[in-house]
């Protein structure tokens, strides 16, 4: 059983910066990677980030690149995502999720649990 909690959505300008924090329920969050999705209403839900179960590794998408910083502290139970430099194609709904696996994958198909998702936008 796990139960994800997001926060530090909001309305941000362009270029400005916003931390997203997960908070995992449930006493095996160390066991699973972690991963940050968005999605955008028309579009499906890509993978922004993902985090091995102890962050050895890490995954960006291609546009989060250089911008986006994904960390876990499983003393806390917490995963973050640090986002800079903000666009407004950042703009949508993110997830946070739990994944099947220690190692990070990429598929949502892959994520057992889900967050309710935050929402994201950044103005021109």
């Known amino acids: 059983q796990v139960q994800l909690v997001e926060s530090g959505g909001g309305l941000v300008q362009a270029g400005g910066s916003l931390r997203l924090s997960c908070a995992a329920s449930?006493?095996?969050?160390?066991?699973?990677?972690m991963g940050w999705f968005r999605q955008a209403p028309g579009k499906e839900r890509e993978i922004a980030a993902a985090i091995s179960w102890n962050g050895g590794g890490t995954y960006y998408g291609q546009s989060m690149k250089g911008r986006f910083t994904i960390s876990r502290d499983n003393a806390e139970n917490t995963v973050y995502l640090q986002m800079n430099s903000l666009k407004p194609e950042d703009t949508a709904v993110y997830y946070c999720?739990?994944?099947?696996?220690?190692?990070?994958?990429?598929?949502?198909?892959?994520?057992?649990?889900w967050g309710q998702g935050t929402q994201v936008t950044v103005s021109s």
């Open positions: 999720a739990a994944s099947r696996y220690r190692g990070v994958t990429t598929s949502p198909a892959g994520y057992a649990y």
């Open positions: 449930g006493r095996t969050f160390s066991n699973y990677a």
